[in-house]
T-cell receptor, first 110, second 114 residues
Framework: SQQGEEDPQALSIQEGENATMNCSYK?????LQWYRQNSGRGLVHLILIRSNEREKHSGRLRVTLDTSKKSSSLLITASRAADTASYFC??????????FGAGTTVTVRA | DVKVTQSSRYLVKRTGEKVFLECVQDMDHENMFWYRQDPGLGLRLIYF???????EKGDIPEGYSVSREKKERFSLILESASTNQTSMYLC?????????????FGEGSWLTVV
């Protein structure tokens, strides 16, 4: 069962612009993670935010978490062509299982 | 460097064949996972294992089985491949619980069943 849903499904931006994508989920979580997937490759972990955290930064990435709204956002600032990828949020259903959304496909135009 | 290796990147199999997808991790992780990824559906968990010889069903276990005889190796078995099992299969591993820890993914195995 998919717990998380990303929005929008697809996003096209100009190099240098910011990209924002959102994740909504249904049940309470302990942690939420964001992953990136380049075309035809495996997923790579970007950032983990715990339920007691509201915001987290990693380089050009900024993640927010609003547990009252059951939503998270991922912001990529000053985007580059190399940021072209699909981005997934993952929420923990229990200690072993993560539930992934269908992803947001980001295209950065040169 | 952390590594999850899937032995086959691309496979083409016939309907009814038995298919083995192999995955090895070099991080001494307790947990290993098999997901399948289809367009518009995201990643769906097939099976996971939290210890050697232990396995748990995920969301879509039908038509699949798994084997974990050694800590570093987790195999996905399609007993009798069918065309609706054409998909990308992703193996992953993590230490302890997956929720609070990073999951490391392999590069994926593209399986086509004809």
């Amino acid at each position: 069962s998919q717990q998380g849903e990303e929005d929008p499904q697809a996003l096209s931006i100009q190099e240098g612009e910011n990209a924002t994508m959102n994740c909504s989920y249904k049940t309470s979580i302990n942690n939420l993670q964001w992953y990136r997937q380049n075309s035809g490759r495996g997923l790579v972990h970007l950032i983990l935010i715990r339920s007691n955290e509201r915001e987290k930064h990693s380089g050009r990435l900024r993640v927010t978490l609003d547990t009252s709204k059951k939503s998270s956002s991922l912001l990529i600032t000053a985007s580059r062509a190399a940021d072209t990828a699909s981005y997934f949020c993952a929420t923990d259903l229990n200690d072993y299982k993560l539930s992934f959304g269908a992803g947001t496909t980001v295209t950065v135009r040169a | 460097d952390v590594k999850v290796t899937q032995s086959s990147r691309y496979l083409v199999k016939r309907t009814g064949e038995k298919v083995f997808l192999e995955c090895v991790q070099d991080m001494d992780h307790e947990n290993m996972f098999w997901y399948r990824q289809d367009p518009g559906l995201g990643l769906r968990l097939i099976y996971f294992s939290y210890d050697v010889k232990m396995k748990e069903k995920g969301d879509i276990p039908e038509g699949y089985s798994v084997s974990r005889e050694k800590k570093e190796r987790f195999s996905l078995i399609l007993e009798s491949a069918s065309t609706n099992q054409t998909s990308m299969y992703l193996c992953a591993s993590s230490s302890q619980g997956a929720g609070g820890n990073t999951i490391y993914f392999g590069e994926g195995s593209w399986l086509t069943v004809v």
